[in-house]
């Protein structure tokens, strides 16, 4: 029986323990502490334009609290670079928005670390919506700031 529980604690047990170490120390919304001077978050929805991970129903559960729907969308004149996108005339980057509370938007701005990692803008979409979108602060802007 020990060799059975040993077998399983290694299968499932450390394999758990360091994705949630991983997600604690790295992606965790929870260990956020917002700057001074971020605007306040105004009531209501809020559309957000997504591309990368934020993009996957999962995330978005563990990050809001619910899946939620999205809607395809597409940014013109901007391409993907890593974990960012680039000003690109002529390009488009394809993503989706959701549609979020106030309180769901607030997790999204602990989520990208606003004000430490990212900040979040307004851009118009190709369809003529406007919509919040999470752009990377200039690494210099980032350099003194703890994650």
Do not use: N
């Not at 993009?55 to 960012?84: C, H, I, K, N, Y």
């Not at 979040?120 to 602060?137: F, H």
């Amino acid at each position: 029986m020990t060799r059975l529980r040993l077998l399983l604690i290694s299968l499932f047990g450390l394999p758990l323990a360091v994705a949630g170490w991983l997600w604690l120390t790295m992606l965790s919304p929870f260990t956020y502490d917002p700057p001074d001077g971020l605007a306040p978050i105004a009531d209501g929805p809020h559309e957000v334009f997504v591309y990368g991970t934020l993009r996957s129903g999962l995330v978005r559960w563990l990050v809001t609290g619910r899946a939620g729907e999205s809607q395809p969308a597409v940014l013109e004149d901007f391409r993907r670079e890593g974990l960012d996108l680039a000003e690109a005339p002529g390009e488009r980057v394809e993503g989706e928005v959701i549609e979020v509370s106030a309180g769901e938007l607030a997790r999204l701005d602990r989520y990208e670390r606003l004000g430490i990692r990212y900040e979040r803008v307004r851009l118009e979409l190709a369809d003529g919506r406007e919509v919040w979108v999470y752009r990377r602060l200039p690494e210099e802007a980032t350099a003194g700031a703890q994650l």
